[in-house]
Structures are given as C-alpha cells and as structure tokens.
C-alpha cells in the first residue's frame, strides 16, 4: 500500500464513483481541479446513478 511513489509525483485523487485512487493525466492538466472521476465510464456512471448528485 505504500509503494504507489513510483510515477514521479504526479497527483492523485479518489474516484467519487469507484472509490479508487487514480493520477493525473495529461489530458486533465487543464481541468485536473474539476476532476472527480478516473474514467469517462465513471463519470457517466455517477451521472446515471445519481443526477442530482453533489455538483
Ligand atoms: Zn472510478
């Protein structure tokens, strides 16, 4: 559990639909603050599950 240092520092943030840690991406350096989920499948996820869901 301890060993996750090895991706040169890059951020981290817990996936509020899997509950899984996940690191930054290129993709998110622009939106990295807005961020909530690890994978676009989530994020659709959270939506169907819960729309009105913390915003
Ligand atoms: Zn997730």
């Known amino acids: ?3 996750m ?3 040169a520092d890059l951020p ?3 996936c ?3 509950g899984k ?3 930054w991406r290129k993709k998110w350096e622009r939106v990295w603050d807005e961020v909530r989920y690890c994978s676009d499948r ?3 996820d959270a939506k169907r599950a819960r729309p009105d869901a913390q915003s």
Do not use: D, G, H, Q
Request: charged share 35%; hydrophobic share 35%; proline share 6%.
């Open 42 to 44: 989530c994020r659709a």
């Open 16 to 18: 509020v639909t899997c």
């Open 12 to 14: 981290t943030k817990i």
């Open 1 to 3: 559990m301890a060993r």
């Open 21 to 23: 840690p996940f690191t």
């Open 5 to 7: 240092r090895k991706k």
